[in-house]
């Protein structure tokens, strides 16, 4: 596609419930980055992939969250028995470069993923 | 915790005004990224700087870093309601990281 594409735009869940945010870079792009954007503050890091590879997962706030890359392309991001403090914008970002960010390698983001916990 | 402080974190303003916004860091930057954010829309890239003192612009944007790569700044002429957003500058801390930290997040409204 075009761009990065995230579903679903809003996902709203119940506390201790199960949830799947999707991310579809764009093609042909190695790196894939997942970030967490609580309100009013900025993004945070959350894992980096390098096609399939899971490089980093350090920003991972707990074993709830998981995500996968099986084919290198499409990304999940999974957050088992949600919280309330799991409420935030879930972003993706690609980019073409494999690993190292060069002095001008930019991301592109996707319009992210609002959820909300009840 | 952020390692990138903005200011001011929200700042409003009468369309044709000039405004600033301030991205500084306790390290020293190596690379110095600039998006706008709207919601719905995810983070536009603006600008990227990399060497000390360096300065870019686009239209009416203009963006800086300091000599000592610690601090940028993000510079609107004659700002217009497309302005709007919320601008958020990134950065990578050391050369060869894939790791991107962002700042806070200065909320921008331009009243026409």
């Known amino acids: 596609g075009a761009g990065v594409s995230q579903s679903p735009r809003y996902k709203v869940a119940k506390r201790g419930q199960d949830v799947a945010l999707r991310c579809d870079p764009i093609?042909?792009?190695?790196?894939l980055f997942w970030y967490q954007q609580a309100l009013g503050q900025g993004p945070e890091f959350l894992t980096y992939?390098?096609?399939?590879?899971?490089?980093?997962k350090s920003g991972l706030p707990s074993d709830r969250f998981f995500a996968e890359r099986p084919e290198g392309s499409v990304s999940t991001l999974k957050i088992q028995r949600t919280q309330q403090e799991d409420s935030a914008v879930y972003l993706c970002?690609?980019?073409?470069?494999?690993?190292?960010?060069?002095?001008?390698?930019?991301?592109?983001f996707g319009s992210g993923t609002q959820l909300s916990v009840l | 915790s952020q390692e990138l402080e903005q200011s001011p974190q929200s700042l409003i303003v009468q369309e044709g005004k000039n405004l600033t916004i301030n991205c500084t860091s306790s390290?020293?930057?190596?690379?110095l990224y600039w998006y706008k954010q709207k919601y719905g829309e995810g983070l536009i890239f603006l600008m990227m700087?990399?060497?000390?003192?360096e300065e870019k612009s686009h239209e009416k944007i203009t963006a800086k870093l300091d000599e000592k790569k610690q601090q940028s700044s993000l510079h609107i002429t004659a700002s217009q309601p497309s302005h709007a957003g919320i601008y958020l500058c990134?950065?990578?801390?050391?050369?060869?990281?894939?790791?991107?930290?962002f700042g806070t997040g200065t909320r921008l409204k331009v009243l026409a």
């Open positions: 992939f390098q096609n399939e590879a899971q490089l980093d």
């Open positions: 700087l990399q060497k000390g003192g």
């Open positions: 390290k020293t930057l190596y690379g």
């Open positions: 970002a690609s980019s073409p470069r494999h690993g190292v960010l060069e002095a001008n390698e930019k991301l592109f």
């Open positions: 990134g950065a990578t801390t050391t050369s060869g990281t894939y790791k991107y930290i």
């Open positions: 093609s042909g792009h190695v790196s």
